[in-house]
């Protein structure tokens, strides 16, 4: 009876080491696609940033 006792606290523990475990990847998965999408939204940003800045300075260039 001890046995079959200590074999479900062992299974206990083990699920519980394995769900925390899995919230842990969770989180950081969670994180990456943040800082994933920051970082896409900063570089779409500055790629509109540069291409109205070049189309202003070649618009505002003489015509010859």
Excluded at 17 to 26: D, L, M, P, Q, R
């Amino acid at each position: 009876m001890a046995n079959q006792n200590n074999n479900q606290k062992d299974k206990s523990v083990a699920n519980s080491v394995k769900n925390t475990a899995g919230s842990a990847f969770e989180a950081v998965h969670n994180a990456l696609e943040t800082t994933e999408n920051v970082a896409m939204s900063t570089v779409d940003a500055a790629n509109k940033a540069a291409k109205q800045l070049t189309g202003n300075a070649n618009n505002n260039q003489p015509r010859q």
